[in-house]
């Protein structure tokens, strides 16, 4: 045998015979909720981590202030329209007619089934630059989003726009992804898939070049809804 024949063959063997623990109930309970090396509340070291990572973070209570904030976003990077959530899930009522009157439109979709033709209404949405979502939740030590899919809460508002725009209320911040799973175990089952994002794509696959935008939006910004 070869030596890569040998080494597959002990992991297939480890594989065979190997047994996970049981679960167990009396897990004890996270003792980190409030650990805070840095100081400062959960908002000021998400914001501080977000940054870090060039992402952007702005404060707007009022509907008629959060759409304000998003057109001054779109005008940023001239875009006049958008994919975003059901407005249920974005926690604004009345956002989309107030971003409407504001001259941002909203394109809707209905991606089919069929892979061909799924793959067509994908690159018919290209062109749009702009991608607004809600947040389940947030973690304050690396200005990481949290997005659950589902119903009204699709991917492509968050992966395929160069530009994303995320709407965070405050109260579903948490100081770090084990304090998040502890207080809300059962998250990861409300959706058909949970993400991390923390700020914009970047990759430095190709001659350690680091590179903006390659897997996902370009450009992240976060506005604080509370």
């Not at 030596?3 to 996970?20: K, N, S, T, Y």
């Not at 007619?97 to 001259?103: A, H, N, P």
């Not at 949970?194 to 590179?211: K, Q």
């Amino acid at each position: 045998m070869t030596p890569r024949e040998r080494i597959l063959a002990a992991v297939r063997d480890g594989l065979l015979r190997a047994e996970l623990p049981g679960a167990s109930d009396d897990r004890p309970a996270y003792r980190g909720l409030a650990w805070n090396p840095d100081g400062g509340s959960l908002v000021e070291r998400f914001t501080r981590a977000l940054t870090a990572l060039t992402g952007h973070v702005d404060e707007a209570v009022h509907p008629a202030a959060i759409a304000d904030a998003i057109v001054r976003i779109a005008m940023l990077y001239h875009a006049t329209s958008y994919l975003s959530w059901d407005e249920q899930e974005l926690g604004c009522l009345d956002l989309v007619g107030l971003l409407g009157s504001r001259g941002l439109r909203r394109v809707t979709y209905d991606l089919p089934a069929d892979p061909t033709t799924r793959d067509e209404a994908v690159r018919a949405l290209e062109p749009v630059p702009l991608g607004l979502t809600g947040a389940t939740a947030a973690l304050a030590d690396c200005g990481a989003l949290v997005l659950v899919s589902g119903p009204g809460r699709g991917r492509l508002a968050s992966l395929l726009p160069p530009v994303h725009v995320a709407l965070l209320n405050p109260n579903v911040l948490y100081p770090s992804l084990a304090a998040l799973l502890d207080a809300r175990p059962d998250l990861v089952d409300q959706g058909s898939s949970m993400v991390i994002v923390a700020g914009p794509s970047r990759t430095a696959d190709i001659e350690m070049t680091l590179t903006h935008g390659v897997h996902g939006p370009k450009h992240v910004h976060v506005i604080l809804t509370a």
